[in-house]
């Protein structure tokens, strides 16, 4: 991938991931008490979390298991928190 392509990238990935936060603040501001909420809101975080690891640690490039326990870690969390907070 060329310089301008990585940048471009990059700069692509920032405004995602602050966009993503600025709705996630919005949407807490909004004070709804929901787990349809609450679920939208953690998906949203483990979203950043894959874009994060792919993007700015560059784990998209790597070959083979090292780009596995990212992906586990996000997706126990996941499991865990969602078993955790629903009925």
Known sequence: MSTK??????????AVLIGLTVATY?????QAHSLDISLLV????IFKGGMI??????????KGIWRW??????ILLSIVIYTAFTP
């Open 26 to 30: 919005q949407i807490g501001e909004t």
């Open 5 to 14: 392509n990585q940048t471009t990238l990059t700069t692509l990935s920032y």
């Open 53 to 62: 690891s792919e993007q700015f640690m560059q784990l998209r490039f790597v």
């Open 69 to 74: 326990p990212i992906l586990i870690w996000l």
């Open 42 to 45: 953690f998906a949203i975080a």
